[in-house]
């Protein structure tokens, strides 16, 4: 018998790892969903604002703290679980070399960087990101730099000991193998090195070893059941929903997690015994994202 299984349904810890909010748009109403369907625990990434991105140190205290008091806001609305993930966008860096400059775009970003660190340092954020690279085709001197500047932001997550979500780009294996190769080259252990947006493929050949976050869209759920294995790679589920008006319910919206949860939950149960269900789905929302995290999910 199953604690968190009852008649076939998932009773247990639902943690979505990748989420935005935004006060001007859903904010509460969208965790209300979450919560009504059976979200129990979110990881808050801090969301850039494109049209009015922080040119100076000044501007990300003040973003960051906004994304550090909206937590604080839906733990106490909510009573669920809410972990915080800062950093500067790999995109807004991109954007800003065309106003400030190649040089002054990449300083801004490695001083975002670091200051993200000390608020994890000091316990207000859990989690680097997501940082990365652009997700598109950029000119070779911007993926030059991109690169030695995610090498350096790797660094810089080794040695404050710092899970950190990566953006980059969805070329399959290939992403992974480099980005295995980077944190291998600064000593970030891969467990901790956790790529967003993940496709659904979670067996350890493909993720080399890194953890990923899953996008589980339509299919997925398929996918997962024929590559993961055992628990050689952390994985964990995400919508990356964005909270922006233009772009409603993308990428997936925010009643997601729970709803394939339970369809894991249904599939698995048709093989495998209920004990065995259960072992799979604690460690997918709350021993591994505790281990990545430090959060108690
Ligand atoms: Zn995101």
């Given at each position: 018998?199953?604690?968190?299984?009852?008649?076939?349904?998932?009773?247990?810890?639902?943690?979505?790892?990748?989420?935005?909010?935004?006060?001007?748009?859903?904010?509460?109403?969208?965790?209300?969903?979450?919560?009504?369907?059976?979200?129990?625990?979110?990881?808050?990434?801090?969301?850039?604002?494109?049209?009015?991105?922080p040119i100076d140190l000044t501007t990300y205290n003040e973003?960051?703290?906004?994304?550090?008091?909206?937590?604080?806001?839906?733990?106490?609305?909510?009573?669920?679980?809410?972990?915080?993930?800062?950093?500067?966008?790999?995109?807004?860096?991109?954007?800003?070399?065309?106003?400030?400059?190649?040089?002054?775009?990449?300083?801004?970003?490695?001083?975002?960087?670091?200051?993200?660190?000390?608020?994890?340092?000091?316990?207000?954020?859990?989690?680097?990101?997501?940082?990365?690279?652009?997700?598109?085709?950029?000119?070779?001197?911007?993926?030059?730099?991109?690169?030695?500047?995610?090498?350096?932001?790797?660094?810089?997550?080794?040695?404050?000991?710092?899970?950190?979500?990566?953006?980059?780009?969805?070329?399959?294996?290939?992403?992974?193998?480099?980005?295995?190769?980077?944190?291998?080259?600064?000593?970030?252990?891969?467990?901790?090195?956790?790529?967003?947006?993940?496709?659904?493929?979670?067996?350890?050949?493909?993720?080399?070893?890194?953890?990923?976050?899953?996008?589980?869209?339509?299919?997925?759920?398929?996918?997962?059941?024929?590559?993961?294995?055992?628990?050689?790679?952390?994985?964990?589920?995400?919508?990356?929903?964005?909270?922006?008006?233009?772009?409603?319910?993308?990428?997936?919206?925010?009643?997601?997690?729970?709803?394939?949860?339970?369809?894991?939950?249904?599939?698995?149960?048709?093989?495998?015994?209920?004990?065995?269900?259960?072992?799979?789905?604690?460690?997918?929302?709350?021993?591994?994202?505790?281990?990545?995290?430090?959060?108690?999910?």
């Open positions: 018998m199953s604690e968190f299984i009852v008649d076939g349904l998932w009773k247990g810890p639902v943690v979505d790892q990748h989420i935005h909010l935004d006060r001007t748009n859903r904010y509460f109403s969208a965790i209300e969903d979450f919560v009504r369907v059976g979200g129990t625990g979110i990881m808050l990434v801090h969301k850039p604002d494109f049209r009015n991105l973003v960051y703290t906004q994304t550090i008091s909206m937590a604080q806001e839906v733990r106490e609305k909510f009573s669920i679980d809410v972990g915080v993930v800062l950093g500067p966008h790999p995109v807004a860096w991109e954007h800003q070399i065309d106003s400030l400059g190649l040089e002054k775009s990449t300083e801004l970003q490695i001083s975002a960087v670091n200051l993200a660190l000390e608020f994890i340092e000091n316990g207000q954020a859990h989690c680097l990101g997501e940082v990365g690279r652009p997700h598109y085709p950029v000119s070779q001197d911007r993926w030059l730099v991109a690169n030695q500047m995610l090498e350096e932001i790797m660094q810089s997550a080794a040695a404050a000991q710092t899970p950190i979500q990566l953006h980059v780009e969805d070329n399959g294996s290939q992403t992974y193998s480099e980005l295995s190769a980077m944190a291998q080259k600064v000593g970030l252990p891969l467990s901790r090195t956790i790529r967003h947006y993940a496709p659904a493929n979670v067996s350890p050949n493909f993720t080399h070893g890194l953890s990923c976050t899953v996008s589980v869209g339509s299919g997925s759920v398929a996918k997962i059941i024929e590559t993961h294995s055992g628990s050689e790679v952390m994985w964990g589920m995400e919508t990356d929903f964005l909270d922006d008006p233009r772009r409603p319910g993308a990428v997936l919206g925010p009643k997601t997690i729970p709803k394939r949860t339970n369809e894991l939950c249904q599939l698995l149960l048709s093989e495998n015994n209920e004990s065995v269900v259960e072992e799979l789905l604690l460690n997918i929302h709350s021993n591994w994202p505790r281990e990545l995290y430090g959060i108690d999910f």
